[in-house]
């Protein structure tokens, strides 16, 4: 089946600091993904879209400047979190669209990466 | 504004115990998709179900079953026997279907599920 890779699964970084989070699809291609964010104890909030060589597409609240989303190619969306701090600690994890999945005929999920747990000490 | 209610907070059962997870909806949409998944403490999703809106049959796959009712925009999750695997957070989810099958997820707050050996 279709697998969307992530990584790091963790990270432990300064403040003040950049972190780049990669979002890759394996085995098929993507011309959208979609970073998440969820703090602790809390549910999934949709941060942003990531399209294929254009601009991401924020959820209002986010700040496109502070977390970076390229797209450059359809198999790798990254998102960099600039000048972290504390409260930018959570985890992160992307998805994939199952639209683009070739040959598997419309497929019935959508796929997640592993998540990347970000702590800014 | 699409929004998912999941009630309850957390959940502890005891083992082999039937346990029923709640799950509230709201859009406008006509056609939508309702997701299942669960979220063990190692933070990936389980994929677990997905249902567009069109259809009301409910499921069954072992232990787990689910109930989609559109009169009440619910999508109830059971699971019968619980196990101490079973322990998690759930999350149902939900998605317009405008986009042709881009998964742009809300999802609810999700049910802490704990399974008592």
């Known amino acids: 089946g279709a697998v969307v890779s992530q990584h790091p699964s963790w990270v432990i970084c300064k403040s003040g600091t950049s972190v780049k989070i990669e979002c890759r699809s394996l085995d098929f291609q993507a011309t959208t993904m979609f970073w998440y964010r969820q703090f602790p104890k809390q549910s999934l909030m949709l941060m942003a879209t990531s399209n294929e060589g254009s601009k991401a597409t924020y959820e209002q609240g986010v700040e496109k400047d502070k977390f970076l989303i390229n797209h450059a190619s359809l198999t790798l969306s990254t998102l960099t979190v600039t000048s972290a701090h504390p409260e930018d600690s959570s985890f992160y994890i992307c998805?994939?669209?199952?639209?683009?999945?070739?040959?598997?005929?419309?497929?019935?999920?959508?796929?997640f990466g592993q998540g990347t747990r970000l702590t800014v000490v | 504004a699409q929004k998912v209610t999941q009630a309850q907070t957390e959940i502890s059962v005891v083992e082999k115990e039937d346990v029923t997870l709640d799950c509230v909806y709201e859009?406008?949409?006509?056609?939508?998709?309702l997701f299942w998944y669960k979220q063990p403490p190692s933070g990936e999703l389980v994929f677990l179900i997905r249902?567009?809106?069109?259809?009301?049959q409910n499921e069954i796959s072992g232990r787990y079953s689910w109930n989609f009712q559109k009169s009440t925009s619910s999508f109830n999750f059971t699971i019968t026997a619980s196990q101490v695997v079973d322990s998690a957070v759930y999350f149902c989810?939900?998605?317009?279907?405008?986009?042709?099958?881009?998964?742009?997820?809300?999802f609810g707050k999700g049910t802490k599920l704990s399974v008592i050996p």
């Open positions: 249902r567009n809106s069109f259809d009301e």
């Open positions: 859009t406008r949409d006509t056609t939508y998709y």
């Open positions: 989810a939900l998605s317009d279907g405008s986009g042709a099958g881009s998964y742009q997820l809300t």
């Open positions: 998805s994939a669209d199952w639209e683009l999945i070739v040959g598997t005929g419309g497929n019935t999920e959508a796929f």
